[in-house]
């Protein structure tokens, strides 16, 4: 194969490896939707059919992480092309992350079936929907390379810490309450670690995403260089 004919051959490459990303970007959003969509109300067979579908997440980060050795391995990329397969494989890798939060959910939801219906959460509902906005914008931003938005998911992640914490008290105090909301409130502490989780993972999207157009690693900064 002539260099030119290789250099297009690896770009095709490439080319597949991202589509295979952006793949399981989607399925690992649409869990999450679906989880929190479900648990919310109170739909067994959603929930369920939540658990099934971790599968083809699963199978997307294998089959990313086999092209991306392959591409590593034989072609022996260098700068943005070695950035870029770097940064899907750890990208790929928080996606699989965001399918096993969605199906910790929908275990919860599940589990919480059988328990008394449990008091309408507005903090738990906010939370579910900035987690659900990050992850989207952070997959956004990867997608068109938008360096100013990635940088912005960052900040967004300390409302959701702090809903997380209040959510926190306000299940605790229900538990001292009336003890028969014991089993359903520690569920639900399991869903807001989940979704606090899921916009960690999603601002881990967006620093990557940086690293990838910038080179730089923002993931240890407080403030980033301008």
Sequence with gaps: ??????KRHFHDLLDLLQARLLEMAGEAE????????????RDRDALRK??????????LELEVDERALELLALQQPM????????ATLKIANDLERVGDHA???AWAGLRILDEPAYP???????????????LADSLRACTTRDTELAREIRIRDDRVDALRSTTHR???????????????????LLVAQSLERVADLATNIAEETVFLVEG???????EEPR
Excluded at 79 to 86: F, H, P, S, T
Excluded at 120 to 134: D, G, I
Aim: net charge negative; charged share 25%.
């Design 1 to 6: 194969m002539n260099p030119f004919g290789a």
């Design 30 to 41: 649409d869990l999450v939707t679906r989880a929190v969509e479900a648990l919310f109300s």
């Design 50 to 59: 939540v658990l099934d579908g971790d599968a083809r997440v699963d199978a």
């Design 79 to 86: 700068a943005k092309d070695l950035r870029q397969i770097v």
């Design 103 to 105: 199906v910790k959910i």
């Design 120 to 134: 309408t959460l507005p903090q738990l509902e906010e939370m579910a929907r900035l987690s659900r906005v990050m």
């Design 170 to 188: 306000i299940l605790v105090s229900h538990m001292l309450e009336d003890p028969r909301r014991i089993t359903a409130s520690l569920e639900l």
């Design 216 to 222: 730089l690693v923002i993931r240890h900064l407080s």
